[in-house]
């Protein structure tokens, strides 16, 4: 049976911090990495932490559970939940609260769920476990929570496995599992970072409206500040470890005070500028009529046709499962298509990857989302850029280092300071930018880019876009640059493919593309970019109900 919202009055303080300090470690020395931070939060209400990588938010998050994940500690200071001293409190009074009283959404729903269980297994452990009710009741309240975050067939959904599921419905159904024992407080860290923008308000609609169902507290971490604008009433703006600026989430918007915090809100300014004239006759790479499918069962790329021409930045958008990273796969051999033919220049590219000679390999590279993954945690900057051009150009010793320094200078890192370090003592801009530099070492013509900013912060991601328009106005390279990011393709592309399940919808120039009248699919990805403006998804979902938008 659900517990109807009210555990305590509106407004009521539910947590408090006072003078919070918090210390991590690196290279065997402790520093402060959290300065004295004050925060209270009231029941019913939502306080959103912005701030660019390292600024402290998700150690502050967790820090609201008496937790500090390896690596740091909490040295000073109070947390104070619903009058309970988390930092005098037991580990095992802590264990008995996190999950019951206080929940955690993480970023990555894939990585929080275990893929070798149902849903509906895992949203019944922590009640079960808690005692809060016996399974066939949780069962009950999760399909109840299932239907009031609008997940299709709520009455069968959670008898899927994780892998089963859209990454949207995933992020529901995990927001869902922090409520299977009705939280008192729930901490959402960066919960919409990588999803579609379509998906993104499927998933910010279903929080916000969870939130104001069951009278929860709610901290919501995330680096935009158009989203945190639709889910907080105020609004913490850190960096560095220091608060820079409080406020309401509106006077944070319309009138900030500090330069840092204008400079969130004025994020995403860039625009490309150059323009290249292009050889219609001569595109660098052709697509023709592609069809794709894996294992032969579920066709993913529909007679798919598209051109990039030389120094022009073509991006491809359209939401999760379009079909964006598969037909980069099928460009670059590593999915050979079912029908359909690659042309790089005037050579057609043989379909599978072992059948391309190392000259087709070298004129295209690739960028990764998640430079993380993408670098080797054992190789030091010297060893990842160094390796493409042994393999691709012969060059070694003295030659190889100095292009290995130049390729620094080039991606705006200081050769004396970085060529030495490991991934793990890059940010996460320093990180892509070796990524970036990586793939340049071997020379290409085309550089094909998959969300290279998406698990950035906006100041970086804009910084990184800067970067990759200089080098390609330098280089003349040519992107493909396949995004779910609205604002990024307006500020990078001379060209847009928009992709829906497998097809192109509407391909041209981006002017043509984004000017009215849209193709019906484009209209909804363009009105769900959220804006600067606290109001905006209400009034948007409001639109849509009335069938306006």
């Known amino acids: 049976m659900i517990t109807e919202p009210g555990n305590g009055a509106k407004g009521e ?25 004050d925060l209270d939060l009231r029941r019913g209400e939502v306080l959103g932490l912005i701030g660019e990588s390292g600024a402290g938010k998700s150690t502050i998050g967790i820090a609201a559970m008496g937790f500090a994940r390896p690596g740091c500690r909490i040295t000073g200071g109070s947390i104070v939940f619903d009058g309970i001293d988390l930092r005098a409190a037991s580990e095992e009074e802590k264990r008995k609260l996190r999950g019951a009283r206080i929940a955690y959404v993480a970023q990555s729903a894939a990585a929080a769920f275990n893929p070798a269980h149902k849903l509906i297994d895992q949203y019944c452990e922590t009640p079960v476990q808690h005692g809060i009710m016996p399974r066939a009741e949780a069962e009950a309240a999760a399909k109840d929570l299932y239907r009031r975050l609008q997940l299709p067939d709520p009455d069968n959904i959670g008898f899927r496995y994780p892998h089963q599921v859209s990454g949207g419905q995933l992020q529901r159904a995990m927001t ?28 910010l609609a279903a929080i916000k409206d969870i939130v104001r169902q069951f009278n929860t507290a709610a901290i919501y ?4 500040l158009a989203v945190v604008a639709q889910m907080a009433d105020r609004i913490m703006v850190l960096r560095n470890g220091y608060l820079i600026e409080e406020g309401g989430a509106g006077d944070i918007i319309a009138a900030p005070k500090e330069e840092y915090t204008r400079q ?51 991006a491809v958008v359209g ?7 598969t037909l980069a796969r099928v460009i670059t051999g590593l999915l050979p298509p079912l029908e359909g033919k690659i042309y790089y220049g ?21 960028i990764y989302q998640m430079p993380d993954t993408a670098l080797n945690p054992r190789h030091r900057v010297r060893e990842i850029i160094g390796r493409p051009l042994e393999f691709y150009l012969g060059l070694r010793g003295l030659d190889r280092e100095e292009r290995i320094r130049e390729l620094m200078s080039m991606i705006e890192l200081e050769a004396d300071d970085f060529i030495d370090r490991f991934p793990g003592e890059l940010s996460g801009g320093q990180k892509q930018r070796v990524c970036i530099a990586r793939a340049l070492a071997a020379e290409p013509e085309l550089i094909i880019c998959d969300e290279v900013t998406s698990a950035l912060d906006q100041l970086v991601a804009e910084e990184i876009l800067k970067l990759l328009q200089r080098l390609q106005d330098e280089l003349h390279v040519s992107y493909m640059f396949i995004t779910h990011d609205l604002a990024t393709v307006r500020a990078i592309s001379d060209e847009i493919v928009v992709m829906l399940q497998g097809e192109v919808v509407e391909q041209g120039d981006k002017e043509t593309v984004l000017t009215p009248p849209h193709h019906e699919y484009t209209e909804l990805l363009l009105s769900s970019v959220p804006e600067m403006d606290p109001d905006w998804l209400d009034n948007l979902l409001a639109k849509r109900e009335c069938g306006v938008a």
């Open 13 to 37: 303080i539910i947590l408090e911090m006072r003078g919070l300090r918090i210390e991590g470690q690196a290279d065997d020395q402790w520093h402060e990495i959290v300065h004295d931070i």
């Open 176 to 203: 869902a599992m922090a409520m299977s024992c009705r939280p008192d407080l729930i901490i959402f860290d960066e919960p919409t970072t990588a999803l579609d923008v379509t998906t993104q308000i499927e998933v």
């Open 221 to 224: 971490i995330t680096h935009d």
């Open 264 to 314: 969130l809100v004025a994020v995403r300014s860039f625009r490309k500028e150059s323009q290249v004239e292009i050889d219609q006759d001569r595109p660098l790479l052709k697509v023709e009529n592609v069809t794709a499918s894996y294992g032969g069962l579920v066709m993913v790329l529909k007679d798919v046709s598209m051109e990039i021409h030389k120094a022009r930045t073509v």
């Open 319 to 325: 939401e999760s499962g379009s079909g964006k990273s």
């Open 346 to 366: 005037n050579e057609e590219m043989p379909a599978a990857l072992k059948h391309r000679n190392p000259e087709q390999l070298r004129r295209m590279q690739m």
